[in-house]
């Protein structure tokens, strides 16, 4: 019989992390498999931390037509550099290194073509990277440990990562949020309009029987 696992009840941890990837165009079509980008897809912490620490391994899973679709990255940094001429979904599974708690699935659609973005150095690469964030609901005890263990962390330093990833966090929520206030307005709207029909059908209702009842003649009565 199993051991029941200690889990730390009622809490919650988040680790933010950043997931995408870069691509490169030859400049060409490559003759032996039309191969016409490099590219790199990844994970990775959002601040200054070994992942390594909570994370065991990440299993990559490429498009069927790569002679090895499956890879699986067992140290930082943990990312997968191919080359290939189209675009395609991956799929991340995150394991972690307490055994107990259950690995994650991410995906991201590998980007050949765009977003564009000027490095530093001048030159153009493809940059398709996100922000999200490991939410950890009453982890094991085990994994809650070092999930709090914040000694080697450092705040993260925008520059590390290609775009900026606060400001397009932002972006983000302040659209969500306004898409949220603008479907409140909307089912207001048809609240509102709902009512009036059905007032409006109270109406005709009353005034239909009104009509038929003064125009229903009246049984006559034999003597």
């Known amino acids: 019989m199993a051991e029941a696992v200690e889990r730390a009840k009622g809490k919650r941890v988040c680790k933010p992390i950043v997931y995408g990837n870069t691509a490169t165009p030859f400049g060409f079509k490559r003759e032996s498999d039309g191969h016409t980008h490099s590219w790199t897809v990844f994970i990775k912490p959002y601040h200054y931390e070994d992942p390594s620490v909570y994370i065991k391994k990440v299993q990559f899973k490429l498009h069927d037509s790569y002679a090895t679709p499956t890879r699986v990255i067992e140290k930082p940094p943990f990312e997968v550099t191919e080359t290939g001429w189209g675009e395609f979904e991956v799929q991340m599974r995150i394991y972690f290194v307490d055994s107990s708690e259950k690995p994650i699935t991410a995906f991201h659609y590998i980007r050949l073509f765009q977003p564009i973005v000027t490095l530093p150095s001048g030159v153009q690469q493809v940059v398709a990277e996100y922000y999200d964030e490991i939410v950890f609901q009453e982890p ?8 709090n263990d914040t000694s080697e962390m450092k705040k993260c330093d925008n520059k590390r990562h290609t775009n900026d990833l606060r400001t397009h966090t932002k972006k983000s929520i302040d659209a969500i949020n306004a898409a949220k206030e ?4 909307e089912i207001d709207d048809i609240r509102d309009s709902l009512r009036d029909a059905h007032r409006l059908l109270l109406k005709y209702s009353e005034e239909v029987d009104d009509t038929i009842s003064v ?3 009246r049984e006559s009565v034999s003597m």
Request: aromatic residues 6%.
């Open 140 to 147: 094991t005890m085990t994994l809650y440990k070092i999930l």
């Open 215 to 217: 125009g229903t003649p």
């Open 182 to 185: 603008e479907i409140v307005r």
